[in-house]
Each structure stands twice: as structure tokens, then as C-alpha cells.
Nanobody, 116 residues
């Protein structure tokens, strides 16, 4: 049973710095690249950041310098540290196993709502 469970979202202030977590079970976590994606209402889902099993990272241009993706293989957890949040960062943030496809590749998401 593959499961991905995101947490850490909620109502946050503009300029805030929440950290999202995604805990994964049912896979050999340490050898799987992971990603964070987000989707705003009426918009396409977009890739935010990815990280390989060994820790190499990539970022979308719109978050580079503000967000940091990291992982703790001992905890089967991938994180997204978000800094200097803007209203445009609002949306549902999803965790994904990069190497797989289908519904089991994704978590159910955690809502991030940025307010002023």
C-alpha cells in the first residue's frame, strides 16, 4: 500500500515561512526521487521542486531562492520550506513520487492559503 500524507498547510501570513512535510510509506523511500507540486483554483498543476534520493535538487524559477526542498530518509519524509510567501503562492500543495504514475503517485494535498 503506497501512501503519501502531506501536512503543514493552513492559513499563513504574507511573508511567512511555513514548512510542509510529506511522509511516505509502501516504497523504498531512499531510492525514490520526490517532488512538490501545487495547484491554484482554475489553474494547471505545476512543479515546484524535486529532489533525488541522494539529495540533488531542482526548483521552478518562480520559487528559486525562496523555497527549499529537503528529505530525511530515516523518517521517509520530504519537506518543503517556504519563505517570503506571497498571495500567488496560495494553492493545494501535493507530494509526488517522480518515478511512478497514476493516483498512487500523489498525496491528497495540503492547502496553503496566504493572507495579508
Amino acid at each position: 500500500q503506497v501512501q503519501l500524507v502531506e501536512s503543514g498547510g493552513g492559513l499563513v501570513q504574507a511573508g511567512g515561512s511555513p514548512r510542509l512535510s510529506c511522509t511516505v510509506s509502501g516504497i523504498i523511500f531512499s531510492i525514490n526521487a520526490m517532488g512538490w507540486y501545487r495547484q491554484a483554483p482554475g489553474k494547471q498543476r505545476e512543479e515546484v521542486a524535486t529532489i533525488t534520493g541522494r539529495g540533488r535538487t531542482n526548483y521552478a524559477d518562480f520559487v528559486k531562492g525562496r523555497f527549499t526542498i529537503s528529505r530525511d530518509n530515516a523518517k521517509n519524509t520530504v519537506y518543503l520550506q517556504m519563505n517570503s510567501l506571497e498571495f500567488e503562492d496560495s494553492g493545494i500543495y501535493y507530494c509526488k513520487i517522480l518515478a511512478t504514475i497514476g493516483p498512487e503517485s500523489w498525496g491528497r494535498g495540503t492547502q496553503v492559503t496566504v493572507s495579508s
